[in-house]
Structure formats: structure tokens, C-alpha cells
């Protein structure tokens, strides 16, 4: 049974981002070249699974409610979902965000779905959130707009949230397969935003005055997220083969994202749910090689929370 037969699906805008993804890892590869030499397309091609498939549509209530549907469809045909594969709305009516916040989603934005089975070690599943938000902020530099990351992954331009992601894990019910739904927002050409958003959210189209290709910039960013993928695949093998060598190889995800980051140094608000519920004030030290943010409270003690949020306070 070919796939047209099991998911119906909008041909002419996914045969173009296919066309452009395989431009984009061209260029990706000969962009890392200078660091990683004949390795870079070791790497590249290690992420080559993202984007594998694309499933597009004019609207959706939500990204990830479609991609549960996709995979139960598939698999009561007798074929698992495709890892990789991405769904892309032009348009969703009830996104959320973490701990079901409204996520504003009109036409002009990058509203994605990615599916993937998990593949990294169990320990380091959690880096899955650090690379959204490194590809995220590296398609957007692309452009010129030099935004930072706030721990864990939302992307900002001074201030002004850009892009925004939500992983949830999802065992299907047909064949009890294991995948996780990387959820992925980014404002790009769409510039109007709700009056409460308004004072914190921005567009791409807005900081450069001009409107982007939304399917070149997808391609871009979907690219990226291949190449860290395939780097952080690349790093565990390393890591593993030194595992009774008394020094451990560096995780370039970490330092990557501390690049972009402006998180360490900040005061910051910490929470579960900060907004709702904030829990303590603190100073961001550092990150973790788990991606755990390091935080000095007001009364001197050290902590280490491996998920919540935070707010700038400076």
C-alpha cells in the first residue's frame, strides 16, 4: 500500500519542501565543514530522517491532535508512522502551549509538527527540548535578526518571543509504538497579535521590514533541527567509544546552545508554572550537561531543576 493511499495529502507544497530541504542540507553541510571536516556529512546524514514525509494543510485545530490521528490512521492500515515526518498548518484554530496556554496561530507563521521515535540514550531525551531551540535560533540568525534563547527553548528578539515548543510523548494505541511530537511555533510574516500578547510577542517580518518565504524558512529550520539531531547522535557514539577514557568528549549541543543563550547571569523567576505559580527568585548560573538549569537563590543555596520555567526579572 503506497502512503498517497493511507494519508491524503496537499501535494504541490510538499513536493517543493522536499525539493528545498535537500538544497538546505546541501548548503548545511558545506556551511560545517570548516569545524567538522568529512564529518559533516556524516552528521547531515545522520539527521536525514526530519522531513522525510510532510503532511500540509490549510488549517487545523492542532498540530499535534493531527499527528496522533496520522499515526493512528497508518498503523490500523498496517504501517507505522513515518519518523520524521512533519505536519504543517497554515493556520491552527486551538493551539496550546505548555500547561494548555493559548498559542496564537494565524496564517504567516511556521506551525509545525514533527514526529520522531525517540532515538538518543534515555539520559539524554530531554536534549530534545536544547534542540529545538539552538535549530529555532540559528534559522532565525540565518536572517540576520540576532535573537538568544531563554532557558529551556523559547527563542526572543529583545524581549519579543518568537518561537516557541512543546515536546509530548504519545505511545500509539494500535501498535504501542513509542514516538515523540516536537511541536514547533515561529512567528514569521504574521504580525498581528492579540492586545495581552502584544507587548511580548514579535514577527521575523516585523524586525527586517520585509516578508519571508515561510517555505524556505521551514526548510531552514527543519535542516537545522536534522543537523543537531545527527550531532548529538555523533556525539554519543563518541562518548560511548570513550566511555573508560578518563576524559569525556564535550557535548557540542550544550555549548551551542550556550552561545545563544542569555539565561546565565539573569535574575530570574523560577517555577513549575512561573506564571501561575511562581516559586522562588534566583540567579541563572549555567546549564548542566542534562540541560538542567543551575540556579543561586537569594539565601545562598544552589539548585538544579531539570524542568519548570523561568521569567527574566533584569
Sequence with gaps: MGIDSIYPREHPREERLLGLLEGCREAEVLTRRSKWGDES?????RGADIGREFFCYPCLDRGMRQARELIETGEKKGSAFIAGGVVIAREMEKSRGRFDRLWYAPSGGAWLTLVLNPAFLPENRQLYSLILGVACCEAIRHYGVEANIKWVNDVHFHGQKLAGMLIEGYTSRTLGEEYLLLGIGVNVNNTSFPEYLRPMAGSLREILGKELSLEDFIALLLTKIGWHIG?????EQRYLEAFYEPMKPANPLIEQWKLYSDTPGRRVLYGTN?????????????????????????????????????????
Excluded: C, K, W
Aim: hydrophobic content about 50%; glycine content about 8%; proline content about 2%.
Design 41 to 45: 556529512g556524516v552528521i547531515m546524514r
Design 231 to 235: 550531532l548529538m547522535a555523533h556525539f
Design 274 to 314: 512561573v506564571y501561575d505559580e511562581p516559586l522562588f527568585a534566583a540567579t541563572a548560573v549555567d546549564i548542566d550537561h542534562t540541560g538542567a538549569i543551575i540556579l543561586q537563590r537569594e539565601e545562598g543555596i544552589t539548585v538544579r531543576e531539570v524542568s519548570g520555567e523561568i521569567i527574566y526579572l533584569n
